[in-house]
C-alpha cells in the first residue's frame, strides 16, 4: 500500500520505517528542510519538503494514488486540516490523525477523520494498566481504543480454582477469548473448569477490566 505521511519527526519516521519494513510505500511530506534532509538520510523513501496542508504538497506526493493517508504532526490543527483536505479534494479512502491534546479527539472524529490516535490517552492507559493492574498483561486495543484485549494468569492461590465458568458470571462488556493450559489451548464452554496458573485471554470494553480483577478476586 501507498501510504503518505504528514510529519517527518520521530514518529513519522519511525511509522515510515516500520510500513517499509512491512513492504509498503511510505511517502514523507514534511515542512522543515533540515528534518527532511535527516530523513532521505535514514530512509530510502520520498519525501517532499512542504506544507502538508496544501493541495500542492499533496500532488507532489501523490496522495491522489495513497491508500492511506496519515498527519503526526506536534498540531492538532494541522493534522485535522490536511486529513480533511486529503479526504475532500482527493479522496483517500483511509485518513488517520494523532492528537496531542485528548479533549480535541472526538471533534475530530465528528469532522471526518477515520482513525484518531490520543498519545497522552495511550500512555496513561498502559501505565494504569501497568501500575494498578500489575497482574494483567495488555496485548492490544481495539475499535479506537474503546474495547481492549487482556493476558491474565490465575495466580496459585485462585479463589475459584476449579469453578466451571457457569457458576462465574463475568461482567457484561466483557468475553473471555481463550485459556491457555499446560500449552494447550482450550475455546471456554460453561462447563470449562478455571484453574491456577491458567492463561487466561480476555477481551473487555470501557472499564469493565478492572470489574473482572474484582470479580476474579485478583
Same mark, same amino acid.
Given at each position: 500500500?501507498?501510504? &503518505?505521511?504528514?510529519? !517527518? #519527526?520521530?514518529?513519522?519516521?519511525?511509522?515510515?520505517?516500520? %510500513?517499509?519494513?512491512?513492504?509498503?510505500?511510505?511517502?514523507?511530506?514534511?515542512?522543515?528542510?533540515?528534518?527532511?534532509?535527516?530523513?532521505?538520510?535514514?530512509?530510502?523513501? $520520498?519525501? &517532499?519538503?512542504?506544507? !502538508? +496542508?496544501?493541495?500542492?504538497?499533496?500532488?507532489?506526493?501523490?496522495?491522489?494514488?495513497?491508500?492511506?493517508?496519515?498527519?503526526?504532526?506536534?498540531?492538532?490543527?494541522?493534522?485535522?486540516?490536511?486529513?480533511? @483536505?486529503?479526504?475532500?479534494?482527493?479522496?483517500?479512502?483511509?485518513?488517520?490523525?494523532?492528537?496531542?491534546?485528548?479533549?480535541?479527539? $472526538?471533534?475530530?472524529?465528528?469532522?471526518?477523520?477515520?482513525?484518531?490516535?490520543? /498519545?497522552?490517552?495511550?500512555?496513561?492507559? %498502559?501505565?494504569?494498566?501497568?501500575?494498578?493492574?500489575?497482574?494483567?498483561?495488555?496485548?492490544?486495543?481495539? !475499535?479506537?481504543?474503546?474495547?481492549?484485549?487482556?493476558?491474565?494468569?490465575? $495466580?496459585?492461590?485462585?479463589?475459584?480454582?476449579?469453578?466451571?465458568? /457457569?457458576?462465574?458470571?463475568?461482567?457484561?462488556?466483557?468475553?473471555?477469548?481463550?485459556?491457555?493450559?499446560?500449552?494447550?489451548?482450550?475455546?471456554?464452554?460453561?462447563? +470449562?473448569?478455571?484453574? /491456577? !496458573?491458567?492463561?487466561?485471554?480476555?477481551? +473487555?470494553? #470501557?472499564?469493565? %477490566?478492572?470489574?473482572?480483577?474484582?470479580? @476474579?478476586?485478583?
Amino acid at each position: 500500500m501507498k501510504i &503518505v505521511i504528514v510529519g !517527518g #519527526g520521530k514518529l513519522g519516521f519511525y511509522l515510515a520505517k516500520t %510500513l517499509l519494513e512491512h513492504h509498503h510505500e511510505p511517502v514523507i511530506i514534511e515542512s522543515d528542510q533540515e528534518t527532511c534532509s535527516e530523513v532521505l538520510e535514514g530512509l530510502e523513501i $520520498p519525501v &517532499v519538503c512542504g506544507d !502538508g +496542508t496544501t493541495a500542492e504538497a499533496m500532488k507532489a506526493a501523490g496522495v491522489e494514488e495513497a491508500d492511506a493517508f496519515v498527519a503526526v504532526t506536534g498540531r492538532d490543527e494541522q493534522n485535522l486540516v490536511a486529513c480533511q @483536505l486529503a479526504k475532500i479534494s482527493f479522496p483517500v479512502k483511509k485518513t488517520a490523525a494523532k492528537v496531542n491534546n485528548p479533549k480535541n479527539a $472526538p471533534l475530530m472524529r465528528r469532522l471526518g477523520i477515520d482513525i484518531v490516535v490520543s /498519545s497522552t490517552d495511550a500512555i496513561a492507559r %498502559l501505565i494504569e494498566w501497568e501500575v494498578d493492574l500489575s497482574g494483567f498483561k495488555y496485548i492490544t486495543s481495539l !475499535g479506537q481504543g474503546k474495547a481492549s484485549l487482556h493476558e491474565i494468569v490465575l $495466580p496459585d492461590d485462585f479463589a475459584y480454582s476449579g469453578k466451571k465458568l /457457569s457458576e462465574l458470571r463475568f461482567p457484561e462488556q466483557s468475553v473471555l477469548v481463550a485459556i491457555e493450559r499446560a500449552y494447550e489451548v482450550l475455546i471456554p464452554r460453561g462447563n +470449562t473448569q478455571l484453574l /491456577s !496458573g491458567d492463561k487466561l485471554i480476555l477481551l +473487555t470494553k #470501557g472499564d469493565t %477490566l478492572e470489574k473482572v480483577r474484582d470479580k @476474579l478476586k485478583l
